[in-house]
């Protein structure tokens, strides 16, 4: 049998041939048996394949390590270079938050006691003598004026290093 | 990213525009669904199980690169198949494993007559073989082809790929194409009758 028979026969099975050779290649099958016997085994294994199809394999390897590999691949990761700036960034911000807290409860209780202080000093410049006026009095220095109209007048004395804030009440 | 992380329930055609908008958790919900059909074609080219791994990785690397030439006039099954198929492709092809007559002409002087090598199937040599124990059978006989035969029969056969389509993945002429086909089919069925006859009780 020659390759061009041969070669007509599967183009035909596999529906490959034009419409004259197919005509061609027919009446050819209707003369010749050894063409025909070639024709039917190729027609039962090309059945035989696409019947029974193909054993089912399934991934070896779980869904998120098959994914991590190709993710590594697709998405954009940090560069190395990016990388050590990111870790030296957060490295100082760590070393900078080591600081943060305590220096943060340092600054409150100084507030908390400056702000009592000045709470005392303000409670006892309006309960003040006269004589105790007095003795500030020189000292004194307005450093406000302001509010002078809304009732409040402050003062600072840098040598006794207190402030006063008065608040009057007409 | 999305805003929306979730494309398990959404339709197939959804689920690629988003992928082909860069949105990652789309394009792992296109590896979720079509993963085990990819690993099984790069498998059935490959027939080594790491080698198939590799090769399907490889092959959604590459459509992730390449979903904006995806203009849906396939199912994205079919279209990732053929990336797939190109990928295993151009593997054996750097391999230069292709091992195969090239004309009906070198067959017969290889192996001394088409007909006297490759005997004539019976209509059905199978019969009474459960359907399982069948795929199991042909499976273990396409391991034994030579992966360019493995690869022309698993193109056309499995794959229902035409002709042309077969010669430009392969790079090769049509004509090429039918007697690599040819010869690949005539070993299959000669390692299949071989296998059939070892396995009967006798």
């Given at each position: 049998m020659n390759e061009k028979l041969v070669i007509q026969i599967q183009a035909y099975l596999d529906g490959e041939l034009s419409a004259e050779a197919r005509l061609q290649l027919l009446a050819r099958l209707e003369k010749d048996s050894e063409a025909r016997e070639l024709c039917d085994s190729l027609k039962a294994e090309q059945s035989l394949l696409k019947d029974v199809g193909e054993k089912d394999h399934e991934l070896p390897v779980a869904h998120s390590y098959f994914w991590k590999a190709i993710s590594d691949e697709i998405l954009p990761h940090p560069s190395p270079r990016n990388q050590t700036r990111h870790k030296q960034t957060a490295g100082a911000f760590q070393r900078w938050s080591a600081w943060l807290v305590p220096g943060g409860v340092i600054a409150c209780i100084a507030l908390v006691v400056f702000q009592k202080g000045l709470l005392d000093d303000v409670l006892d410049g309006i309960k003040s003598t006269g004589k105790k006026a007095a003795r500030r009095a020189p000292s004194f220095h307005e450093?406000?004026?302001?509010q002078q109209n809304a009732g409040f007048i402050s003062f600072r004395s840098e040598s006794e290093g207190v402030s006063v804030v008065w608040i009057s009440n007409y | 990213m999305s805003a929306d992380f979730s494309f398990e329930d959404r339709e197939e055609t959804e689920v690629v525009s988003a992928a082909k908008t860069g949105d990652a958790v789309a394009f792992e919900e296109l590896v979720r669904r079509h993963g085990d059909k990819i690993f099984r074609r790069a498998l059935s080219m490959m027939r080594d199980e790491n080698t198939a791994l590799d090769m399907a990785q490889l092959a959604w690397i590459k459509a992730w690169n390449r979903?904006?030439?995806?203009?849906?006039?396939?199912s994205f099954a079919t279209w990732m198949t053929r990336v797939t198929i190109n990928v295993c492709l151009d593997h054996i092809r750097k391999a230069k494993r292709?091992?195969?007559?090239?004309?009906i002409e070198e067959m017969d002087e290889n192996l001394g007559g088409v007909e006297r090598k490759l005997p004539i199937v019976e209509?059905?040599?199978?019969?009474?073989?459960?359907r399982e124990e069948l795929k199991k059978t042909i499976d273990r006989a396409l391991a034994q082809l030579s992966e360019g035969h493995r690869a022309v029969i698993v193109m056309h056969?499995?794959?229902?790929?035409?002709y042309k389509e077969i010669a430009e993945s392969m790079d090769c002429s049509i004509g090429t194409v039918m007697s690599r086909l040819f010869y690949a089919r005539r070993n299959l069925a000669s390692v299949l009758k071989r296998m059939l006859e070892e396995d009967s009780p006798s």
């Amino acid at each position: 049998m020659n390759e061009k028979l041969v070669i007509q026969i599967q183009a035909y099975l596999d529906g490959e041939l034009s419409a004259e050779a197919r005509l061609q290649l027919l009446a050819r099958l209707e003369k010749d048996s050894e063409a025909r016997e070639l024709c039917d085994s190729l027609k039962a294994e090309q059945s035989l394949l696409k019947d029974v199809g193909e054993k089912d394999h399934e991934l070896p390897v779980a869904h998120s390590y098959f994914w991590k590999a190709i993710s590594d691949e697709i998405l954009p990761h940090p560069s190395p270079r990016n990388q050590t700036r990111h870790k030296q960034t957060a490295g100082a911000f760590q070393r900078w938050s080591a600081w943060l807290v305590p220096g943060g409860v340092i600054a409150c209780i100084a507030l908390v006691v400056f702000q009592k202080g000045l709470l005392d000093d303000v409670l006892d410049g309006i309960k003040s003598t006269g004589k105790k006026a007095a003795r500030r009095a020189p000292s004194f220095h307005e450093i406000d004026s302001q509010q002078q109209n809304a009732g409040f007048i402050s003062f600072r004395s840098e040598s006794e290093g207190v402030s006063v804030v008065w608040i009057s009440n007409y | 990213m999305s805003a929306d992380f979730s494309f398990e329930d959404r339709e197939e055609t959804e689920v690629v525009s988003a992928a082909k908008t860069g949105d990652a958790v789309a394009f792992e919900e296109l590896v979720r669904r079509h993963g085990d059909k990819i690993f099984r074609r790069a498998l059935s080219m490959m027939r080594d199980e790491n080698t198939a791994l590799d090769m399907a990785q490889l092959a959604w690397i590459k459509a992730w690169n390449r979903l904006s030439q995806f203009h849906g006039d396939s199912s994205f099954a079919t279209w990732m198949t053929r990336v797939t198929i190109n990928v295993c492709l151009d593997h054996i092809r750097k391999a230069k494993r292709w091992k195969f007559a090239e004309s009906i002409e070198e067959m017969d002087e290889n192996l001394g007559g088409v007909e006297r090598k490759l005997p004539i199937v019976e209509t059905n040599p199978t019969e009474g073989l459960e359907r399982e124990e069948l795929k199991k059978t042909i499976d273990r006989a396409l391991a034994q082809l030579s992966e360019g035969h493995r690869a022309v029969i698993v193109m056309h056969t499995f794959e229902e790929m035409a002709y042309k389509e077969i010669a430009e993945s392969m790079d090769c002429s049509i004509g090429t194409v039918m007697s690599r086909l040819f010869y690949a089919r005539r070993n299959l069925a000669s390692v299949l009758k071989r296998m059939l006859e070892e396995d009967s009780p006798s």
